[in-house]
């Protein structure tokens, strides 16, 4: 039971054109969302989040966008760079008594051509 | 500069054999995680601690795997026996609890490659 869900394994984008990488959920009790990217031999690594009171947030080229009715929510990179080629996981996360514990997607694969 | 390390990095094993991955969290971090990635189900959490404490290791299959917290510095993952379809990528995180209304990053470390023969 994939409750977090992203149905593009792979995306390719022009360099200095918009990316935009989309995700689902199925569990309406997530309340906080983030975003990991990931390059080739290394560890996921933080790169923004919302919280389910927002549905909106942004930091310099990444904007995430939450919506809550459609249980949705998309990282638009804009403008892309060549060294934004990665993979892009989705993550959700239910706070409380398990507010640490994530959930993640399977993942995008992002190639920004030159 | 702080980081979780990872060891090994790459570990290639025959079916059968036991396998231990070990990971040291950031020095004062007090959760940490063990994570599979595979093509099919992304990232899962297997297992994870607080204060050395298992909290949750419902994604763990139990027959076969088990996960310890020897010390705050060290936390173990091990496979025994081990199949082929335990070839993945094995992550270990660490980081603080959250707050009320906000979420405390998980750090991850570079991760072990497992390949079962």
């Known amino acids: 039971d994939q409750q977090v869900k992203q149905n593009s394994p792979s995306l390719s984008v022009q360099e200095g054109r918009i990316s935009i990488l989309n995700c689902d959920y199925t569990?309406?009790?997530?309340?906080?969302f983030l975003w990991y990217k990931k390059y080739p031999a290394e560890g996921p690594t933080f790169l923004i989040s919302?919280?389910?009171?927002?549905d909106k947030n942004e930091d310099g080229r990444f904007t995430v966008f939450l919506n809550k009715s459609a249980k949705h929510l998309s990282l638009h990179i804009v403008p892309s760079q060549p060294g934004d080629s990665a993979v892009y996981f989705c993550?959700?996360?239910?706070?409380?008594?398990?507010?640490?514990?994530?959930?993640f997607g399977t993942g995008t694969r992002l190639a920004v051509r030159p | 500069d702080a980081r979780v390390t990872q060891t090994p990095r790459h570990k290639v094993t025959e079916m059968g054999q036991e396998v231990t991955m070990r990971c040291q969290p950031i020095?004062?971090?007090?959760?940490v995680f063990w994570y599979r990635q595979t093509m099919m189900q992304g990232l899962e959490l297997l297992a994870y601690?607080?204060?050395?404490?298992?909290?949750?290791d419902s994604g763990m299959p139990k027959d076969r795997f088990s996960a310890e917290m020897p010390d705050a510095t060290l936390a173990t993952l091990k496979i025994q026996p081990s199949e082929p379809r335990d070839s993945a990528v094995y992550f270990c995180?660490?980081?603080?609890?959250?707050?009320?209304?906000?979420?405390?990053?998980?750090?991850f470390g570079p991760g072990t490659r497992l390949t079962v023969l």
């Open positions: 993550a959700a996360s239910r706070r409380g008594s398990s507010g640490d514990k994530l959930t």
């Open positions: 020095l004062g971090h007090n959760t």
């Open positions: 601690f607080r204060n050395r404490a298992p909290l949750d």
């Open positions: 569990n309406s009790m997530f309340d906080y």
């Open positions: 919302i919280s389910s009171i927002k």
């Open positions: 995180a660490s980081g603080l609890p959250p707050l009320a209304w906000t979420y405390n990053e998980q750090f």
